[in-house]
């Protein structure tokens, strides 16, 4: 029987660097998602894309089982899976200019007032996301918290090593589970990417 694990990292130290030399069999231009849950938008663009290499970050093991046995089950040699804190792996072992994209679909909105320091978009983000983007690389974010957007802008906006771009149609068009949820639930959905320069 196959490992439903297959596709996941397997951590030997939660210190060490990673290489993504030692992730994927191929070099190719990588992009990353994170809190890539249960993983349905990762499993369609690895699909369509096979010219590129895919890497998700997600804390809940559940989740991220099951995107594994997905992507397994899919053939798929590009894609690869982090179970882990998105924060300490951004600041401490994805190595540095590194990713040409980065995916943040839904990121938890923390909506209580006092809660809203626990979000993963704020100052102290820009650092880590100068740190793992390639030069030029880019940042796709989508909510649909409307104040939680505002955050992710003022943030952006705030940096002089951003600047706004556009999201391919494409990239639009895909849905992650999340969105589909809130879509259906008549929610509007916030969408913006940056690119660092
Ligand atoms: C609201 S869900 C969105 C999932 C997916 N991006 C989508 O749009 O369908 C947020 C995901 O981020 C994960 N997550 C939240 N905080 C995280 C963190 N600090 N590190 C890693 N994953 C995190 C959660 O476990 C959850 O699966």
């Avoid at 069999?25 to 249960?38: R, V």
């Avoid at 890497?55 to 046995?69: A, H, P, T, W, Y």
């Amino acid at each position: 029987m196959s490992d439903p694990d297959a596709l996941l990292h397997d951590f030997q130290s939660v210190t060490e660097p990673l290489h993504l030399e030692d992730l994927f069999a191929d070099d190719k231009p990588t992009e990353l998602e994170i809190g890539c849950g249960d993983g349905g938008f990762l499993l369609e663009w690895a699909l369509r894309h096979l010219d590129r290499n895919y890497l998700g970050v997600e804390r809940l093991l559940g989740r991220i089982r099951k995107l594994s046995k997905r992507g397994q089950r899919a053939g798929l040699t590009n894609l690869r899976l982090l179970r882990i804190e998105a924060r300490y792996v951004l600041q401490y072992l994805l190595p540095e200019r590194s990713f040409e994209v980065v995916h943040i679909y839904f990121p938890d909105p923390w909506p209580k007032g006092k809660h809203a320091r626990h979000r993963l978009i704020n100052a102290d983000f820009l650092p880590l996301a100068r740190r793992i983007l390639a030069p030029g690389g880019i940042i796709y974010l989508r909510t649909d918290d409307l104040d939680y957007f505002v955050q992710m802008e003022k943030t952006f906006c705030s940096s002089e090593d951003f600047v706004s771009e556009e999201t391919p149609v494409e990239l639009l068009s895909l849905t992650t589970e999340f969105e589909r949820q809130w879509m259906e639930a008549g929610k509007q959905i916030h969408r913006v990417a940056y690119r660092l320069h």
